[in-house]
């Protein structure tokens, strides 16, 4: 996998896998990483929406999330936060999308999590263009559940169930791919984010 089928699955698909973005000695890394975050206590259980409108739903997501401070990144954080700004440089450089900022949270998911089916942009802030998600399972077999399962927005139909398995980078167009995470059998590690554009309905910020 190389820059140029990551931009080709965007341009085609409206999506990409990358497997090994992060070799399975990074993943353990970051695993270590993520593991003392989650023992401090840091992780908080998501919510659904925006502003006065966000709200913890249980129906709807179970995962528990830590958003990193890009001013304020681990050494292991930099290294895959500044691997993930050269892709979105490519992209810019080719496809001319505007990407300026990102963002992003490390995400958990406990035995029996999920989410449901969503697309990624508010409809009251246009800025999220590209996600992206590394996972860091290290081990995930293919009875683990936690697929993320990936929608034709046009059809309903399903295009593909990827698996999380450690190292492997997932980047998708946010307005235009129908996603959810499937019900997990154990507990399920990985970092989720967005490159953003300016926004023409809202503003940059979270």
Known sequence: MDFKTAI???????????DD?????EVTSVMVDYQSIYDRGEFKRASVGKGQLKKIRNEVRTDETYWLDPLALTPIQSLFWN????????????LFLGL?????????????????????????????????????????AAGDGGELRVYDQAS????????????????????????????TLKSRASFAGWWK??????????
């Not at 973005?21 to 000695?25: A, I, N, P, T």
């Not at 999590?113 to 246009?126: A, E, L, M, S, V």
């Open 8 to 18: 080709d699955g965007l341009e085609s698909d409206h999506y990409f896998v990358w």
């Open 197 to 206: 554009r300016r926004s023409t309905t809202g503003n940059l910020k979270r």
């Open 100 to 140: 300026m900022t990102a963002e992003g949270h490390y995400s958990h998911y406990p035995i029996d999590g999920h989410y449901q089916k969503h697309i990624d942009r508010f409809n009251t802030d246009d800025a999220r263009t590209i996600s992206f998600l590394i996972y860091f399972n290290s081990k995930w």
């Open 21 to 25: 973005f992060l070799s399975q000695e």
């Open 156 to 183: 309903k139909n399903i295009l593909t169930d990827i698996n999380p398995s450690g190292g492997r980078l997932f980047g998708f167009m946010s307005a235009d791919v129908p996603h959810e995470v499937l019900t």
């Open 83 to 94: 691997r993930l700004d050269d892709v979105k440089s490519k992209i810019n450089e080719t």
